[in-house]
Each structure stands twice: as structure tokens, then as C-alpha cells.
């Protein structure tokens, strides 16, 4: 059970990393540089860290937290990018995401230690 949950979070990170890349370069191509590369950082980080994170020595729980914990902020310039461009109901979904995602985080490594504290 524990291996279909990582599997599925990080499908739900692999189509949020999908969705922000897209908006990173739809960003760059309307002329606004700086925060479209900052926010293809923060995807390019997020990616590397879910795909490789074995190769990083990291753990899997690390992994998904340090990933929500990239994607919080990549939510923020996204807001911020459909604010200004007078896209209301877009902005506020991003802003939501941007203040729910660091919570998932926590929540699932809380999850994450009770079930392995519960099995010792």
C-alpha cells in the first residue's frame, strides 16, 4: 500500500511539474524573462529531486516534501503572472495551491512517520 501511495504522489507531482513547465515557458515567450526562469528553476529543481532522489541519497519522504515544498512557491509566481494578466479565477486556484501544497507536505510526512512508527 505504502509503494502505490509514493507511486501516485509522485504522478501527482510528475502532472504539476507538467502543468507549471508550461506556464514557465508560456512566460518566456511573452517576454517576461525573470520570473519565468525562476519558475523553471524551481520546476527543473523539483524534477530532479522526484526523479533522482536515490542518486541524491535523499529519501523518499524527504523527497516529497522537499518537492511540495518547491512547488509552494512556483504556485506564488504563477498567482502573481495571472493576477496581472487579468485571469481572476486562474489566480485564485494558484493562490490556493500555493497555500495548501506546504500542508500536504507536512501531512504526509506526518503520515509518513506515524506509519513507520506504528510498525516498529
Do not use: D
Amino acid at each position: 500500500m505504502k509503494k502505490v501511495l509514493r507511486k501516485i504522489e509522485m504522478l501527482l507531482h510528475s502532472a504539476i511539474v507538467a502543468g507549471l513547465l508550461i506556464v514557465s515557458l508560456k512566460m518566456m515567450l511573452s517576454g517576461l524573462y525573470f520570473p519565468g526562469c525562476i519558475l523553471a528553476g524551481l520546476v527543473i529543481a523539483a524534477t530532479c529531486i522526484s526523479l533522482f532522489w536515490k542518486k541524491l541519497s535523499m529519501s523518499p519522504r524527504y523527497a516529497r516534501l522537499t518537492c511540495y515544498y518547491l512547488e509552494a512557491p512556483a504556485f506564488l509566481i504563477c498567482w502573481l503572472h495571472f493576477k496581472l494578466g487579468h485571469e481572476p479565477m486562474l489566480a485564485q486556484a494558484y493562490l490556493m495551491a500555493a497555500v495548501v501544497f506546504p500542508f500536504f507536505g507536512y501531512i504526509s510526512n506526518i503520515k509518513t512517520y506515524k506509519t513507520k512508527k506504528r510498525a516498529a
